[in-house]
């Protein structure tokens, strides 16, 4: 798979931010089917970085009831916190 299948797109918010900034951690929304290994050689391939470490979060979907029947879901994800190297950083918004 190309890294443009695995990493579909960055968590941006305050605890993102934070981890970043305190652990040189980046986090990534991920395909579903996609494994550690797969997500670390596709970071180090689109933004040219070390990787010393990957963990990864699953988020179940979820139905919504109403009066006791199914009505609607949230969709399921998968999330991947991704640990740089020491001197390593990925900027997602330079200049701005």
Known sequence: MSY???????LVSEKATKAKEDSNQV?????????KIEIKAAVEEAFKV??????????RPLK???????TSHVPGYKKAYVTLAEGDKIEFFEGV
């Open 27 to 35: 986090i990534f929304y991920v395909a579903p089917m996609a494994n």
């Open 64 to 70: 919504r009831a109403r009066h006791g029947r199914a």
């Open 50 to 59: 070390k990787v010393t470490e990957v963990n990864v979060v699953r988020r």
């Open 4 to 10: 443009v299948n695995i990493l579909l797109k960055p």
